[in-house]
């Protein structure tokens, strides 16, 4: 089984080294490493190309055009099809989804056709942030699982792995959110499609380098994008 796991970049160039390595180190066969670069300017893509060098399961996309969080998901997913994966899985180069995680969310994969990282199942932690956040986290989770109509627990989780014929079944060309609110959007359609979607308990952390890129306008964004896609749903657009 191929796995390549999608990191979305933009100015990790002081994570992104540690996370490849960290990621290899793990007990997992046929691991590839697809790293998808905003253009950073700090460089992040030719700390990548260096690694390539001496690693050949690390992979690097680099966008110039139509930047931004939810396209660079949607790049990485159509490379990773193009490379032959069986499995693909996304998660932050900011080391806040812990890279001991995957195999977890990987072996849950026999009994599921999409796997969530999860702060708020049993086992799952989220008390790295500020008490703040974390009250807007679980009611944006109920938010969305409202409107959408989803029984997921975290509903905000970036953390995930597909199996291949998610990924070709959801019709990657036709989405639409550039920004985080991608992670909703698919989710959404995955429900939709039928697809068997469980959830694995992980600690999410704060960065500790580098600055987090997600503002209040992308929030406030991805909320008003639950409401296009129940309407677009509604209408039988989606």
């Avoid at 007990?27 to 260096?50: E, F, I």
């Avoid at 580098?210 to 296009?228: A, E, M, P």
């Amino acid at each position: 089984m191929k796995t390549v796991v999608v990191l979305p970049t933009y100015n990790e160039a002081e994570n992104i080294l540690a996370l490849l390595h960290a990621l290899r180190k793990l007990p997992l066969k046929n691991l590839h490493l697809l790293v998808v670069d905003d253009s950073s300017p700090d460089g992040t893509a030719a700390l990548v190309q260096r690694a390539m060098k001496r690693d050949p399961y690390v992979h690097l996309l680099v966008r110039t055009t139509d930047r931004g969080r939810g396209s660079a998901g949607v790049a990485g997913f159509k490379k990773a099809l193009e490379m032959g994966a069986d499995v693909v899985c996304e998660m932050d180069a900011d080391f806040s989804h812990g890279p001991q995680f995957l195999p977890s969310l990987l072996d849950a994969l026999k009994d599921a056709d999409v796997v969530l990282g999860s702060r708020a199942v049993p086992g799952g932690k989220d008390d790295d942030r500020p008490f703040l956040r974390q009250l807007l986290t679980r009611a944006a989770n109920r938010y969305i699982g409202f409107i959408l109509g989803l029984h997921i627990q975290d509903c905000n989780s970036g953390y995930r792995c597909f199996t291949r014929k998610v990924l070709e079944s959801i019709s990657l060309d036709t989405l639409t959110a550039t920004g985080p609110g991608i992670v909703q959007e698919i989710l959404y359609r995955t429900h939709l499609q039928g697809f068997r979607i469980t959830e694995v308990p992980i600690s999410f952390v704060e960065r500790k380098r580098g600055t987090s890129k997600l503002g209040f306008r992308h929030l406030w964004k991805g909320y008003l994008l639950i409401l296009r896609l129940r309407l677009q749903h509604l209408l039988g657009r989606i």
